[in-house]
């Protein structure tokens, strides 16, 4: 069954320390989007790519890289943590641009 | 600009009572329309996506959704609850030129009560 992956599934980080969250896909999609989710609010988009070796921004890209080695990994870089960063964090992908996303199980990020 | 609201943070009905999660979106041109169901500790699920045609769309799991345009609505109705439907859902819009990017709503809790 076509998946995606994401680790770690929980981190708590200090304030100012580097963050890499990963995300693995297996259903072989050219769309990859990492979003971020709040307390009492919708999932906002932060960064996604449609090609390896290429990132778009999202709406909330501040504060955050993100890398595309691959077709199948993505991550999200958080390069110097802060305590608004504290959020759950969901992997996508998607066939293209029209199709169903499919999202991972999540990442909580408490950063302290 | 596009956004999406549903007005109802926290929805409680009985096993076996019918539902109705309201969602109102704001977009000037066509959208394309999504419900998802979150189940705790786990991602986003599809329910069911409307992109044209006929405005009622079924989903998984018995659900349905109406589409209305003079009412920029997209709510999603279950004749029959499970206490296994107990999740958030949520309401997402897409331009659909755009590249995939989704809007989301903030989500509504379903709690159904056995």
């Known amino acids: 069954e076509a998946a995606v992956t994401q680790s770690p599934r929980s981190k708590v980080a200090v304030t100012g320390g580097k963050v890499t969250l990963s995300c693995h896909q297996t259903n072989n999609h050219d769309y990859m989007y990492w979003y971020r989710q709040d307390t009492g609010h919708g999932l906002r988009l932060i960064h996604y790519?449609?090609?390896?070796?290429?990132?778009e921004k999202g709406d909330i890209p501040d504060g955050y890289k993100a890398s595309r080695p691959s077709q199948e990994n993505f991550s999200l870089i958080l390069e110097l943590a802060s305590l608004s960063q504290t959020a759950v964090y969901f992997c996508?992908?998607?066939?293209?641009?029209?199709?169903?996303?499919?999202f991972g199980p999540g990442t909580r990020l408490t950063v302290l | 600009a596009q956004s999406v609201t549903q007005p109802d943070a926290r929805v409680t009905v009985s096993e076996g009572a019918s539902l109705q999660l309201r969602c109102k979106y704001s977009y000037s041109g066509t959208p394309y329309l999504f419900w998802y169901v979150q189940y705790p500790r786990q991602g986003l699920q599809l329910l069911l996506k409307y992109y044209s045609g006929d405005p009622v769309v079924q989903g998984v799991n018995g659900f349905e959704a109406e589409f209305s345009k003079s009412n920029s609505s997209f709510h999603l109705r279950k004749a029959s609850v499970h206490w296994s439907d107990s999740a958030v859902y949520f309401c997402a819009l897409s331009r659909g030129s755009a590249l995939g990017r989704l809007h989301f709503g903030a989500g509504t809790q379903l709690i159904v009560i056995p």
């Open positions: 996508a992908s998607s066939a293209d641009n029209y199709a169903e996303q499919f």
């Open positions: 790519s449609y090609v390896a070796d290429s990132t």
